[in-house]
T-cell receptor
Framework: KAGVTQTPRYLIKTRGQQVTLSCSPI?????VSWYQQTPGQGLQFLFE???????NKGNFPGRFSGRQFSNSRSEMNVSTLELGDSALYLC?????????????FGDGTRLSIL | TQLLEQSPQFLSIQEGENLTVYCNSS?????LQWYRQEPGEGPVLLVT?????EVKKLKRLTFQFGDARKDSSLHITAAQPGDTGLYLC??????????FGPGTRLSVLP
């Protein structure tokens, strides 16, 4: 069974640009959550999508957005990139929605802002 | 806001030693999960505990959920270099998203 796939694995951007990251969940999983991981802040929740609807949103500015498609694949977009957006962005899928489902993580996209 | 604290933040031990890491909160969680993350990879789920006082064993790893469902511990017996990694606890909040602790970075030296 294929795991969670995130693309690209590495990305270098400059301040002010925008970026789109992609996540393909495990087949049959309908919930996709996104997290930002940095050495100083740890893993912070960005948002969760279930059946193409955003269920929960973390405390991040509106520059961070996402969407989910009918095949459960998800994308997140960050506009007007700032230096502080440099981080590992992780996607996790689970069979159902909510905060008790086991999370299956991808290996992340490492975003570096110059 | 529900927060999770983990201690110690860093731990470096010799192969064969035993260790315990802790995950604490002032909030009650509906479930508690432990993950291990290795460099360049995403976190991998080790265990989920849902009942206060529950103890689960996974080979040399023993996980316990506190009676009040506010804290948890992970005990590793006879640690091996392959146990090296970042150990994360995550509190389940029922209908809402998970809350992750900052992690314990474990290094097991051969």
């Amino acid at each position: 069974k294929a795991g969670v796939t995130q693309t690209p694995r590495y990305l270098i951007k400059t301040r002010g640009q925008q970026v789109t990251l992609s996540c393909s969940p495990i087949s049959g999983h309908r919930s996709v959550s996104w997290y930002q991981q940095t050495p100083g802040q740890g893993l912070q929740f960005l948002f969760e999508y279930f059946s193409e609807t955003q269920r929960n949103k973390g405390n991040f500015p509106g520059r961070f957005s996402g969407r989910q498609f009918s095949n459960s694949r998800s994308e997140m977009n960050v506009s007007t990139l700032e230096l502080g957006d440099s981080a590992l962005y992780l996607c996790a899928s689970s069979p159902g929605a909510g905060g008790d489902q086991p999370q299956h993580f991808g290996d992340g996209t490492r975003l570096s802002i110059l | 806001t529900q927060l999770l604290e983990q201690s110690p933040q860093f731990l470096s031990i010799q192969e064969g030693e035993n260790l315990t890491v802790y995950c604490n909160s002032s909030s009650v969680f509906s479930s508690l999960q432990w993950y291990r993350q290795e460099p360049g990879e995403g976190p991998v789920l080790l265990v989920t505990v849902v009942t206060g006082g529950e103890v689960k064993k996974l080979k040399r790893l023993t996980f316990q959920f506190g009676d009040a469902r506010k804290d948890s511990s992970l005990h590793i017996t006879a640690a091996q270099p392959g146990d090296t990694g970042l150990y994360l606890c995550a509190g389940g909040t029922g209908g809402q998203n998970f809350v992750f602790g900052p992690g314990t970075r474990l290094s097991v030296l051969p």
